[in-house]
């Protein structure tokens, strides 16, 4: 079984910047994808980024282009979600998950087995 566990969550002002962490307990497998949803209240679950472990590649939606990047520390089971520039938008819970496969679209949750508890963040304008 894995557990996915994150931490990072906090309130900053717009322009700000966050780093988010997620560390996996458990075996993932040779190959998985990890990656980091959000969502807001009323609104379905986002895909914002996914890295493919061990490869790194990485994916990611056109609303956070340039301003997060998306890394691993494939010793630690390990990923981070470094997220600059924020913008009131990105307020959201943001969601750890992982499949311990590569198979799927990146952005579909329904094909991502394990998940974390959820980390708030909030930018204020």
């Known amino acids: 079984q894995v557990q996915l566990v994150e931490s990072g969550g906090d309130s900053v002002q717009a322009g700000g910047s966050l780093r988010l962490s997620c560390a996996a307990s458990?075996?993932?497998?040779?190959?998985?994808?990890m990656g980091w949803f959000r969502q807001t209240p009323g609104k379905e679950r986002e895909a914002v980024m996914s890295i493919l472990i061990p490869s790194g590649y990485s994916y990611y939606t056109n609303s956070v282009k340039g301003r997060f990047t998306i890394s691993r520390d494939n010793a630690q089971n390990t990923i981070y979600l470094q997220m600059n520039s924020l913008q009131p938008e990105d307020s959201a819970m943001y969601y750890c998950?992982?499949?311990?496969?590569?198979?799927?679209?990146?952005?579909?949750?329904?094909?991502?087995?394990?998940w974390g508890q959820g980390t708030q963040v909030t930018v204020s304008s």
């Open positions: 998950a992982a499949r311990t496969t590569y198979l799927g679209g990146w952005s579909d949750s329904s094909t991502y087995t394990y």
């Open positions: 458990g075996s993932i497998g040779r190959r998985a994808t």
